[in-house]
């Protein structure tokens, strides 16, 4: 009986060392990314938020031209998620898109997105040139893209009274009770592309 309960002890600590030891060790060389891997990472992250920000844009024009921008609301509002993960299962890493003032209180940007949005509209704001940035943490890799405004972006993020008509401003107040994405101009962050990529996408040896 004793024997029996020493052994069912010290296995069950053996297996406890063996999985959280492990964690641990994978979870530190997982932080610690080479010049070389923060370069491969950006640019596949780049590559996906590039793409699917192209897909979404000519979308968009086309949904404009066949109805205006109304007809382009209810695009987004069903279509654009879908799409985009459509595109993120196709490449293996999970893509969004937030903004520290959301039409959409899903995209709501996290603490750490938040603090990656101020330091990117600082920058602007100074004329700099603004940077994507790539990060390691529990096993996966996450970029951070700017996506800036331009003018196709104004009849649904410029400014109330002008710059969007009148119908499409009472129906997004009507889809988006919430709606804080208004007021922009041209040249300014609209919000960030997230891209998370699974440690292992990366099969470059270098
Ligand atoms: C036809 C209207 C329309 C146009 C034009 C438009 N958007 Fe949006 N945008 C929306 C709607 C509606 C949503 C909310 C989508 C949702 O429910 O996720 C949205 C959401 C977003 C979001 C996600 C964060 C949030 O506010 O919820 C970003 C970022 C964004 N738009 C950027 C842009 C940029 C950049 C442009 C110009 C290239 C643009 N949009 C043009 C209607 C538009």
Redesign the pocket.
């Known amino acids: 009986m004793y024997p029996f309960l020493r052994i069912v002890i010290a296995v069950t600590v053996i297996t406890l060392l063996a999985i959280f030891g492990c964690r641990n060790n994978s979870s530190k060389t997982s932080e610690t990314l080479s010049e070389e891997e923060i370069a491969s990472y950006q640019k596949t992250g780049s590559h996906l938020a590039t793409s699917t920000q192209k897909v979404l844009?000519s979308n968009?024009i086309n949904?404009?031209e066949n109805g205006g921008?109304v007809n382009?609301?209810a695009f987004?509002?069903i279509e654009?998620?879908p799409l985009t993960d459509s595109m993120a299962v196709e490449l293996e890493t999970h893509i969004k898109?937030?903004?520290d003032?959301?039409?959409?209180p899903?995209?709501q940007a996290n603490k750490d997105e938040l603090a990656y949005i101020k330091k990117t509209k600082n920058q602007l704001r100074e004329g700099q040139e603004v940077q994507p940035s790539i990060q390691a943490k529990n096993g996966s890799v996450t970029g951070y893209y700017p996506?800036?405004?331009?003018q196709?972006?104004m009849?649904?993020?410029g400014s109330e009274g002008s710059q969007i008509d009148q119908t499409?401003l009472t129906k997004?107040k009507e889809?988006?009770t919430e709606d804080k994405?208004t007021g922009y101009s041209v040249g300014e962050l609209?919000?960030i592309w997230v891209v998370e990529m699974e440690k292992d996408v990366i099969t470059d040896p270098e």
């Not at 003032?101 to 959409?104: F, I, K, S, T, V």
């Not at 996506?147 to 331009?150: K, L, P, R, S």
Request: charged share 10%.
């Open positions: 844009a968009l949904a404009i921008p382009a609301l987004c509002n654009a998620l898109r937030v903004s003032q959301p039409r959409n899903q995209n996506i800036i405004t331009n196709l972006c009849q649904c993020h499409t997004i889809l988006y994405a609209r919000g």
